[in-house]
């Protein structure tokens, strides 16, 4: 049964930091591509950041380029959003959906993240 756990989300304030984490369970974690993304309230979810071939390759959206960092942990199961330079577009429901993200119990209950001064 694949299980997906997000945590590290809160409230931040703008220009702040974050790191998000998310465990995952119940499939090869090692060679899936792992995403995060998000969901602002009343829009559609949105494509964030990946991470495949085991790691070695990333792709971000283009506004969080620079700011926004995936990474992963092969041996805990366990990735990561580091988020820097938070403004206030980063206010969200943030989900790491394990493959085939068209499947919606693949995807975990969400961490979210408030941005307020």
């Known amino acids: 049964q694949v299980q997906l756990v997000e945590s590290g989300g809160g409230w931040v304030q703008p220009g702040g930091s974050l790191r998000l984490s998310c465990a995952a369970s119940g499939f090869t974690f090692s060679t899936a591509a792992m995403s995060w993304y998000r969901q602002r309230p009343g829009q559609v979810r949105e494509f964030v950041a990946s991470?495949?071939?085991?790691?070695?390759?990333?792709n971000y959206e283009n506004s969080v380029k620079g700011r926004f960092t995936i990474s992963r942990d092969n041996a805990s199961n366990t990735v990561y959003l580091q988020m820097n330079s938070l403004n206030f577009e980063a206010a969200a429901v943030y989900y790491c959906?394990?493959?085939?993200?068209?499947?919606?119990?693949?995807w975990g209950p969400g961490t979210r993240v408030l941005v307020s001064s």
């Open positions: 991470s495949f071939n085991g790691g070695r390759s990333t």
């Open positions: 959906p394990a493959p085939p993200i068209s499947d919606p119990d693949y």
